[in-house]
């Protein structure tokens, strides 16, 4: 079982998504349900990866998601229903340090209900 401070841990999720209708649609769930504080949605990136044994490219939106480590499973999942991908991006990176105000509304947003 994880400790309160585990939970509470910020962490930043990345997600690409094909269009800006799916990056919107995704984002706007995620806030909605409160799997996020915020996500913030970058235009124009190009991703280049190994797909079926050969290389590939693509046009893509990638989506800052602030969150905690607590909320992390429950956002993947959602990610996972909302996404067009057979695979999606869903990987999370440590937030080791941050303004502390903007780092308590965040766990506030995204935490438990009182």
């Known amino acids: 079982m994880r400790s309160r401070l585990q939970t509470l841990q910020p962490i930043i999720v990345l997600v690409t998504c094909p269009t800006a209708a799916v990056a919107r649609r995704v984002a706007t769930q995620l806030v909605t349900r ?3 504080a ?3 949605l ?3 990136i190009e991703s280049v990866f190994q797909w079926n044994g050969k290389v590939d490219r693509c046009r893509e939106r990638l989506l800052i ?3 905690t480590a607590g909320r992390f ?3 993947r ?10 695979v999606p ?3 999370a990176l440590p937030l080791v340090a941050g303004h502390q105000p903007y ?3 965040m766990q506030d947003v995204v935490g438990p209900r009182r």
């Open 103 to 105: 780092v308590e509304w």
């Open 89 to 91: 991006e869903v990987i």
């Open 38 to 40: 915020c996500v913030n």
């Open 73 to 75: 499973e429950a956002l």
């Open 65 to 67: 998601i602030k969150t």
């Open 42 to 44: 970058l235009p124009g």
């Open 34 to 36: 409160r799997l996020a």
């Open 77 to 86: 999942r959602a990610v996972i229903e909302l996404h067009p991908y057979d």
